[in-house]
């Protein structure tokens, strides 16, 4: 739940037309291995389902089942994953499984394009290499040569670079990123604890003069979820920690320390949105008196 | 600055205003029952599609999209409750993906890929797809010069498993049987020579196609050799006085298959071209736009190497006579070429760009 870091390698940002970017989670590598095999998989058992109806219903020998075999996951392999990618926006039912997506990496719409583009290139990228690697014990020096090129150019390309995108995704333009999924938590400001707090505790301007906005959201963490922050020992030391950074005069009394820390938080945050709409952004304690 | 001062003095005070309450919050108060509406009609959209929305609901949706766009952006610079602008950002970016969404039928894009997208593609490819001819048959050429001079040269272009026994030392009478005779293979197992040809196809025109992204030189290549080969062939039969058979059975799966080959070739080019020279572009943004080209290239192959298998698995094994053989092979490259040459040209369409 952590916020990334904007500086994150693994943060993609598009501009979408109403010119406000929204920031992407681009996917792992590991994630699109997982739906890539799950994708097979799916396509395996479909190709099988339809060769054991066609040989039970004795229309076809044996022999006849295993060409068509043959022809349906060739045929089947490339129209499965556009049409799924362009019914389902960017998700074949296996990347649905590893909650990750194809975007357009220009902040606009999936173009089909872009779908069958990147999809062609699967082709190229993964399959026929795949099919060569199991071949190749057959071939001739030459052909092992080929094989050997071809495997380690494709699959270089997405550890080379940042966006991890295979060179069906550049040619497409496309990037695959992790699904955004996020829940609305309460405002800290708004809770109970804060109403209470907000008379037993009076902070200086002084006081709030030392943190930042990263210390501010990392008190925010921890005000969240108090039990994964540690034992009431732990926060009894962030208590006096802040207590004594800050020089706070006034006692906090034992069994206090949450109460006191949520009426910081709010006080600090009351002060650190005023400078901002000053054009006053402080980033952490270190920062200090910089007009932005 | 602030948030639009006019909701504020519009909007009625809550309970929660009246009291002390930051700005920050008090934004998020006014608007939360917006961003929730979106919430839910994006979750919908997510589960069921497009379709599960009436019309003033997809209106609503799209207003409510901007407004969380604006509260996003406002609440970036004013806010600093993260778990406000983290649900903002993952907010935005869900009804973004569900807004921006494809929106062409699979029939629709199937008939205009056919009717202007590829012939299109195949115009502006003239440059490379003449390279790649030319190639070709400059493969035929030094393969047929080849044989004529040592036809031991045969034996080190064709692999064996595509000879079978049809080598320089096999008799005339031999190799006559395998143009005429339906093939070593019997009619039962048509379908399974068929479909081993258009794998077999498949793979080498993927490979022309992909290797082209390494400076379009092992698409040439391959092509040359393709060319190797068949000219050497075609030169071992002519030796044996069955020049015009083996053309005929050559021509009726030949015509359509080797201008796959050299379309492949000519999209791997394109690719190529765009490492190799991006002009003033980057090379991703080069690889990006030569991509369009070269994608319904290869789609263009792929139907044409469909079609080939079909005739040279089926076809060629059932008809027997050297011109039928012929008027179908070139009949079916002349309605290639009407197809790419004519489909798709607008009236006041002036001729396409220049090939690169």
């Known amino acids: 739940m952590s916020k990334p870091d904007p500086d994150d390698k693994r943060i993609l940002e598009i501009v979408p037309p109403e010119g406000v970017a929204i920031r992407f989670r681009i996917a792992s590598l590991g994630a699109r291995f997982g739906a890539q095999f799950l994708d097979m998989l799916l396509t395996g058992v479909i190709v099988g389902v339809v060769i054991f109806v066609l040989a039970s219903t004795a229309l076809f020998e044996s022999e006849a089942a295993s060409v068509l075999a043959v022809l349906l996951t060739f045929l089947l392999r490339i129209p499965y994953y556009i049409l799924t990618e362009l019914v389902w926006n960017g998700r074949t039912p296996g990347k649905r499984g590893a909650g990750i997506r194809v975007i357009n990496m220009y902040g606009q719409r999936l173009t089909p394009h872009q779908i069958v583009a990147r999809n062609l290139m699967k082709e190229v990228e993964f399959f026929t290499p795949l099919s060569m690697l199991s071949t190749a014990q057959g071939m001739s020096g030459w052909g092992k040569a080929v094989t050997l090129v071809l495997v380690f150019g494709v699959a270089i390309v997405p550890f080379a670079n940042r966006r991890r995108q295979r060179l069906g995704d550049m040619i497409a333009g496309t990037v695959v990123v992790e699904n955004p999924r996020m829940q609305l938590l309460p405002d800290l400001a708004l809770s109970a604890a804060s109403e209470a707090s907000q008379q037993a505790f009076a902070f200086q301007p002084a006081h709030l003069n030392v943190y930042g906005r990263f210390e501010l959201q990392t008190l925010e963490d921890l005000l969240r979820d108090p039990q994964k922050a540690g034992s009431a020992a732990e926060i009894r030391k962030i208590t006096s920690t802040i207590t004594r950074k800050i020089a706070y005069d006034g006692l906090v009394r034992p069994g206090e320390e949450l109460v006191f820390l949520n009426a910081f938080y709010r006080a600090q945050r009351e002060h650190l949105e005023k400078l901002r709409l000053f054009g006053t952004k402080r980033e952490d304690k270190f920062q200090r008196e910089e007009s932005l | ?356």
């Open chain 2, 1 to 356: 600055m602030s948030s639009d001062t006019g909701q504020e003095i519009l909007g009625a005070p809550s309970s929660a205003e009246q009291r002390d309450v930051l700005r920050s919050a008090r934004f998020r108060l006014e608007r939360e029952a917006h961003w929730q509406r979106l919430d839910l009609l994006v979750a919908r959209v997510e589960n069921a599609g497009a379709s599960a929305l009436n019309y003033h609901e997809t209106r609503d949706m799209v207003a409510a999209y901007r407004q969380a766009m604006t509260s996003l952006s406002v609440a970036r610079d004013i806010s600093l409750d993260r778990a406000l602008v983290d649900y903002l950002e993952s907010l935005c970016s869900r009804a973004y993906l569900v807004i921006y969404a494809p929106q062409e039928g699979v029939g629709g894009l199937v008939a205009r890929l056919l009717a202007h997208g590829i012939p299109q593609a195949v115009r502006r490819s003239v440059l490379p797809l003449l390279a790649a001819f030319a190639a070709l048959i400059l493969g035929i050429a030094v393969g047929y010069h080849l044989f004529s001079v040592d036809q031991n040269w045969y034996y080190t272009f064709v692999p064996g498993e595509m000879a079978d026994m049809r080598t320089p030392g096999a008799s005339a009478s031999y190799l006559r049987t395998t143009l005429y005779d339906g093939d070593p293979l019997a009619g039962d197992t048509l379908a399974a020579f068929a479909t081993y040809l258009f794998s077999h196809n498949t793979q080498i025109a993927i490979l022309i196609f992909a290797l082209g992204i390494f400076w379009a030189l092992p698409s040439f290549v391959l092509t040359f050799y393709n060319g190797l080969l068949l000219g050497a062939f075609y030169a071992m039969f002519a030796d044996k006085g069955l020049g015009y058979d083996v053309i005929a059975w050559l021509s009726i799966h030949g015509v359509t298959e080797l201008s796959a080959i050299v379309i492949a070739c000519a999209g791997g080019a394109r690719l190529g071209f765009a490492v190799l020279m991006p002009g003033a572009l980057t090379r991703r943004e080069a690889l990006r736009q030569q991509g369009k080209d070269a994608v319904k290239l290869v789609i263009l192959a792929g139907l044409m190497l469909i079609t080939a298998a079909f005739i040279e698995g089926v076809l060629r094994q059932r008809i027997f006579n050297p011109e039928i053989r012929l008027a179908l092979g070139w009949g079916m490259g002349l309605f290639w070429l009407l197809w790419l040459t004519l489909s798709g040209r607008k009236p006041r369409e002036t001729q396409g760009e220049p090939a690169l």
